[in-house]
């Protein structure tokens, strides 16, 4: 693996394809061990997830169910702080047990909003799955229950995150070289 540019950044190489995959493996396994006889509900959040919700799905060895979600978020005119939109959470999630699957905590800011509007759905149990977490930029401690890796606070891209639109086809993750 050597380093790359994207745009107008460098990036250098930071997490193996075969490495990520084994991760996503292990965690497929304890999530089966956890839901062995249930059939928990996969909510992914589009964009960045998609590579990693369908890779943990695809090593689940448990029934499950999986739809996609997408926040928009922007600053309203008069409100204090952000607006998030949510797209196509059409699943009733009324007594289901729900596994919440994202690309990276950074902030926390994303999921701290997103998330009373699943609660208020009352689903029989919620769980927070990431493939990548940013501890140091955490601005809303939140309770993740599977982690991929915990990564320092550097922007990464690649395996469904972008850089302004490009670098989500990569294999392996990149860091970008400060
Ligand atoms: P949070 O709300 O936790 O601060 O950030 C969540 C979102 O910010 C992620 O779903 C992702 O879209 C974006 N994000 C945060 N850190 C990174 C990063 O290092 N690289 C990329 N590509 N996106 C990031």
Redesign the pocket.
Known sequence: MTSIKIHDKEFEPYLKDEDIQQRIKEVAKQISEDYAGKRPLFVAVLN?SFMFAADLFKYLEIEAEICFIKLSSYKGTQSTGKVITTIGLDDDLFGRDVILV??????????HNFLPRLIHQQPKSLRLATLLH?PEATVHPLQLDYVGFVIPNK???GYG???DGLGRNLKEIYQLVS
Do not use: A, H, Q
Not at 103 to 110: F, L, P
């Open positions: 960045g994202e690309d990276i905590v950074d902030t926390g800011k994303t999921l940013k922007f990464v891209v995150l972008d850089y």
